[in-house]
Every structure is written in C-alpha cells, then in structure tokens.
C-alpha cells in the first residue's frame, strides 16, 4: 500500500491542471485529486478566451449590414441588447465547467471545490480543514489581472469584471495598450460603446512586429477607439454622497441605430491624464498587466524560489526547486497561453508518470490578436530578426477585395520574415480578418523550418488575401 493518499495532487482547474490530471488518471493510471477554489475551467474558459471570443463574434455584427447593403442586401442596422447577449454567454459558461467536471471524472480525477495550499513537499492542506498527501504536486492556479498602484485605483474593473457587467458603459476608458486592452477596445467599441484608450507607451501592443502593430492602430482608430499613446492617468476620482457611495445617476445609451436607453449608473468617474486634460467616463478598465497566483500557497517556506513578479521558478520539465513539487501554467510566467500550459501538463506527465522525460518547447508558438482586424503571428518581428542576423522583408499591404468592393477604408498586411543565410523563414505577420485562422496554418510551416523557397513553390489560391504570402517575389527591404 502506498504511503501517500494520492500519486499525484493538482492545484488548480484550469485548462492545464485539468489536462495534466486527466492524463495521468486516465492513460497512465496514476491516483489523483484536484483541487479548485473557484470555477472549473479557469481563466481561459470561464473569464478569458471563451468569452471574450464570444464577445469578439459579437461585436463584429456591428458593420455587418453596412457592407451587407454594398452588396446589395436590404439590411437595417440593427440594436445590440448586452442583457440578452449576457444570459447566453453564462449559460455557455456553465456549460463548459460542467464537461471540465465530466471529463475529470470520467478520469477517475477526485475533486475538491476548495482552497489548496502547500505544508511540505508531500502534503497538501484544504480549506475545508482536509489534509492529503501525494507522492507529487502539480501547482497550475494560473495568473490574474492587477490594478495599478494609484490613489482610487478601485473604481477601475479589470478583465475578470467586464463579463459580469449589468449593462454597457457609454463612455469607457481602457488604460494599457497590452493585447488585452485592445482585444477589448476593438469589442466595446464594436458594441455601442464609447471607446477611449490610454497607453503610456509610444505605439500599443509592445513585443510585436512594428509594421503590424502600427497598422492595427490606424485601424483601431479608423474604427473610432480614441487612441492616446504617450498618455497615462495622473488622478482618478468619483464624487460621493453623505454615506460614501456613489449614487446611481441616469445616463443615455445609445444602441447601433441612435436609439436612446436610458439607465441608472454610477456617477461618472474624472479621469486627468498626463497629457493635461481632465475628462469624465462611465467605466475605467484597467488592462495594465498580470500577475501569477502564487500567494499564499506556502511554496516559500518549502524552499521553493519565487520571482520578483511572483512566478514560480521551474526548469525546463517544470520541476521546482522541490523535487517533487512542479508547476506549469501562467503561475510560471514563461508563455502565458491556454495551449501552452496544456504542453506543459502534458510534457509533466509523459516526464513523471511515463517514464520519457520531455522538455517542454516554446520555439516558434503561433499567437493571435483578436482584435479587428485581427494579429496573427509566429516567429520574430522585423526588429528581433535584424539584431539577430541580416534579413530580408517580405511585405504587402492593401485592401481585399471584400473590403475593396464595399468602399471600406481598411487594409490588411502579408509579411515574411527571412534569413538571408539559411533562407528559412524567421517570421511571419498578418493582419486581416480571420488572421488567427491563417497563422495557425502558417505555423506549421515555421516550425518544419520551411524556406522562402518552399513557400514560393506553393501555388497560390485565388482569390483569397492569404495567396500573397506566396506571391512575394522580391524584398521590400534588407536589414
């Protein structure tokens, strides 16, 4: 009989704890428990890219019937309801935790809907006053969105808050210029909403491809998100009552046809930015950064290295410095993305429970943008490329025929990033409609370690925008 109540113990019910438990229940039949203080699902399902998907398909309706009538439709702009939108979202919400719940126990996974944390290296302790011991820990409880050290930063929401919104602001101000801050301005603009956004920087989306991330702010703006870039809050403030809340006030709403709704709020937030200028909004929505859930798990006392941002310190088969305590995921803080914490809860396994250590690989993980247009990206910029070797640029921008026909003003951008003295290509970047779609496929290619040559021997399909990726005879420029 074993020593330990379990063979593995999972902190976390997010996508890669979930997927590290049921992988070693299920396929290498290991003993193990999971142990979840919130919603199954985690970040990604159940307040992150789930629904802000859902809300990204939503807030592309908006210029459906204008195009649509440059095609000929007899089509009416139409309203957008958020309560209506809301109550299928949660109801898609819940149905999700409930096949994470399913798929674990079908697993032969044991959960416990509690608080979990650390006293040694084999034991972990329950909120519910419960204390289990396992041979290994997983720790997966993943990242949350901060507010910024400022005086009355608390009237701001963050990203978890805007899916539980009893109504649209008119007027929001959305502080970052990070991909989630645009992902959102693209969506509440897309709905109805007021959109003004503030970036201290000098051009959003820090970390990817110039190029691209100019034209998504042309874009943006061309969408009509009010863009200040060099801008940051100075003071932020909301006038109370005699009992220190802030009375609800009646303000106008407009849907996508001018029609006036009218609704009670807060009273409206004054925002005064370094740029000088003092301005008022319904909401403030801080999108300024992340930080990893490792607080108060006990990792610390065990010797277990943390680092400055509070991410747990792992090596590359995501041991601690705990031999028998690891982590994966965003608590990690090396590539915070849904599929990659579910690499590396697989890699976790196939390394302890299958007797094949695997590192795990984070080269050349496609990514996309979801914002309008969308950001599909895979490999190095043009900046990283060219302080790392000469290169040569591959770039095209225009506007696709479906735009094109329909009048509209925006463009879309084919790039290729390409080594002059291997001729793989280092990179690629697309910005267009369904960019996410086309990158996963791109992708493929990169990480085969394809040529320019290879892509130049691909016949094209036409029409479509992505047959310029291998139609692009000769380089824009060198570096």
């Not at 001018?258 to 609704?263: D, L, N, P």
């Not at 309008?372 to 696709?400: C, H, K, M, W």
């Amino acid at each position: 009989m074993s020593e330990f109540d379990y063979d593995l113990f999972v902190i976390g019910g997010g996508s890669g704890g979930v997927r590290a438990a049921r992988v070693a229940a299920g396929e290498a039949g290991a003993k193990v428990a999971l142990a979840e203080e919130d919603r199954y699902g985690g970040t990604c399902v159940i307040r992150g890219c789930v629904p802000k998907k859902l809300m990204v398909f939503a807030s592309e309706y908006a210029s459906a019937a204008k195009e649509a009538r440059a095609y000929g439709w007899d089509m009416a702009d139409g309203d957008f309801h958020w309560d209506r939108f809301k109550e299928k979202l949660e109801t898609e919400l819940d149905r999700l935790e409930g096949v994470y719940r399913k798929l674990l126990k079908g697993s032969g996974v044991e959960t416990f809907d509690a608080r979990a944390t650390l006293k040694d290296a084999h034991t972990v302790a329950l909120s519910t006053g419960e204390v289990k011991t396992a041979k290994h820990i997983l720790i997966a409880t993943g990242g949350r969105p901060v507010r910024p050290d400022l005086p009355n930063a608390h009237l701001g929401m963050v990203s978890d808050d805007i899916f539980h919104l009893d109504a649209l602001p008119k007027r929001v101000l959305i502080v970052g210029g990070g991909y989630i801050a645009c992902e959102f301005a693209c969506i509440l603009n897309g709905l109805g909403v007021e959109v003004t956004q503030y970036y201290r920087g000098a051009q959003i989306l820090r970390g990817f491809d110039e190029e691209a991330r100019g034209l998504i702010a042309e874009s943006m703006a061309q969408r009509g998100v009010d863009l200040h870039v060099g801008t940051d809050i100075v003071d932020m403030h909301c006038e109370e009552d005699e009992d220190g809340l802030t009375a609800p006030v009646e303000v106008t709403q407009y849907g996508a046809k001018g029609v006036e709704e009218v609704r009670e709020v807060g009273k409206p937030i004054r925002v005064k930015a370094t740029n000088g200028k003092t301005r008022e909004f319904d909401a403030v929505f801080f999108a300024t950064g992340r930080r990893p859930n490792s607080d108060e798990l006990g990792l610390e006392a065990l010797g277990i290295e943390i680092g400055r941002k509070g991410e747990i310190k792992v090596d590359g088969y995501s041991q601690t410095a705990v031999p028998s305590v690891y982590a994966i995921g965003d608590v990690t803080d090396r590539v915070n993305l849904t599929p990659v914490a579910i690499r590396e809860g697989m890699a976790f396994v196939e390394t302890v429970f299958k007797g094949n250590p695997t590192e795990v690989d984070h080269d050349l993980i496609p990514s996309a943008v979801f914002t309008q247009p969308e950001l599909g990206t895979v490999g190095l910029s043009e900046e990283a490329a060219r302080d790392q070797e000469e290169i040569e640029v591959y770039s095209t921008s225009f506007r696709p025929m479906q735009t094109a026909f329909a009048e509209g003003e925006g463009r879309v951008l084919m790039k290729l990033i390409v080594s002059k003295a291997t001729r793989k290509v280092l990179g690629c970047h697309i910005v267009s409609p369904g960019a996410g779609e086309l990158i996963q496929m791109v992708g493929i290619a990169v990480k085969m370690g394809a040529t320019k040559e290879d892509f130049d021997r691909t016949v094209a399909v036409h029409p479509t925008m992505s047959e310029e990726l291998v139609t692009m005879r000769n380089p824009v420029r060198t570096a």
